[in-house]
Structure formats: structure tokens, C-alpha cells
């Protein structure tokens, strides 16, 4: 069966310093892969997604960035942390499940910027 | 582009009542139809989901029915627990590369 993880659970940063979080898929291949944000108690906010080794797409612009160096990898990155960027980090990966994709979330990651 | 717009929480009801969560949705096609569910603290987990018109999805006492016709997919629970209490979310997936999801719909249950 497939599994997402994530790390670490929680993080407190100061302004201004880096950030990696880092996410894992197991028990498949190839799949697309989805960084979002939530914001207390908003919504899901889609930062990034990749469909392939190396291939990233933004939707968001901002001071963050994601890497995809392996298949079932997906880093997402910051040089410098800023307030905003405090809330819930929810990796993701889709794949299909009979003729239709289905997406599955990791437990996520609580950064709190200070 | 593709949307979803689900009705404005929180919505706070007794156990044992009747739950219903609108949610319609905008998209070119034949999107999938899924409602996820949030737990406080953890990430979204898929609860149901319906491919087609008129298909019906269902878990765990959740229901909800694909209807084309009027661009909608509503939950519904019969009797709701205090363990239901949670965010849940509508999505769509058109062609499986992104999907889009609603604002979420925070369930209050109280015993």
C-alpha cells in the first residue's frame, strides 16, 4: 500500500532563516506531487505541484521554492523565512485508482515563523 | 477555470441530528467528485468520492450524489457523532493533474 510522509512535524523559525521541509511517497512511481498551504482555519492554498523528476510548477509567487530530485521526493524550500509564511504544510500525491485520479495527503507540517 | 464553493461554516449541531453540507461546483467536462475530511491537526483524508453522473458515493454513513444537473454534490449523514466533528472539503479533478478544492465547511458536533 502507498504511504506519504512528512518532516518534521513542527517547526518554529525566527524571520529571516532558512527553511526544508521534506516529503516521501512509498508504493508507487511517477506519481504528481502538491505542495499546499493552510492558514488557520482557512482553506487549502496550492503552492506547488510537480508531474515529473525536476519538473515544478508554481502557482503562487513568493519567496518559497520546491525541488523534485527523486520520483517519490519533493522538497520544499525557503532562503528566508518571512511572518507570513507561518501555517499548515500538506504534501500530497495523485495517482489513479481504476480510471480517475484520487489525491492523498501527508500529516503535515506546523511552521510557526517568529 | 474549475471551482468549488461550499456553504459557509461553522455549523454546529447535536449528535444524532441530520447533516447536509451544499457544495457545488463549476468545471468544463466531466470532473470526479470527492469530499475529504480534516481532523484537527492532521492532513485531509478522502472520505468518498463519485466518477459520473448519478453515481453515489458513500462512507463511513456519508453520502453524496453526483448530480450533473444541477452542478452539485452534497453530504449528508444521517445521525452525525461527536467524533464527526472536523473541517471537510469539496474537490474536483478534471483530467487528474490539479485538483480543486472549496473553502472547507468546519463541523461542530455537541453531545
Known amino acids: 500500500s502507498q504511504t506519504i510522509h512528512q518532516w518534521p512535524a513542527t517547526l518554529v523559525q525566527p524571520v529571516g532563516s532558512p527553511l526544508s521541509l521534506e516529503c516521501t511517497v512509498e508504493g508507487t512511481s511517477n506519481p504528481n506531487l502538491y505542495w499546499y498551504r493552510q492558514a488557520a482555519g482557512r482553506g487549502l492554498q496550492l503552492l506547488f505541484y510537480s508531474v515529473g523528476i525536476g519538473q515544478i510548477s508554481s502557482e503562487v509567487p513568493q519567496n518559497l521554492s520546491a525541488s523534485r530530485p527523486q520520483d517519490r521526493q519533493f522538497i520544499l524550500s525557503s532562503k528566508k523565512l518571512l511572518l507570513s509564511d507561518s501555517g499548515f504544510y500538506l504534501c500530497?500525491?495523485?495517482?489513479?485508482?481504476?480510471?480517475?485520479?484520487?489525491?492523498?495527503f501527508g500529516p503535515g507540517t506546523r511552521l510557526t515563523v517568529t | 477555470g474549475d471551482s468549488v464553493t461550499q456553504m459557509e461554516g461553522p455549523v454546529t449541531l447535536s449528535e444524532e441530528a441530520f447533516l447536509t453540507i451544499n457544495c457545488t461546483y463549476t468545471?468544463?467536462?466531466?470532473?470526479?467528485l470527492f469530499w475529504y475530511v480534516q481532523y484537527p491537526g492532521e492532513g485531509l483524508q478522502l472520505l468518498l468520492k463519485a466518477t459520473k453522473a448519478d453515481d453515489k458515493g458513500s462512507n463511513k454513513g456519508f453520502e453524496a450524489t453526483y448530480r450533473k444537473e444541477t452542478t452539485s454534490f452534497h453530504l449528508e449523514k444521517g445521525s452525525v457523532q461527536v467524533s464527526d466533528s472536523a473541517v471537510y472539503f469539496c474537490a474536483l479533478d478534471n483530467y487528474g493533474q490539479n485538483f480543486v478544492f472549496g473553502p472547507g465547511t468546519r463541523l461542530s458536533v455537541l453531545p
Open positions: 500530497a500525491w495523485s495517482g489513479l485508482a481504476g480510471y480517475t485520479y484520487e489525491q492523498y
Open positions: 468545471a468544463t467536462g466531466y470532473p470526479s
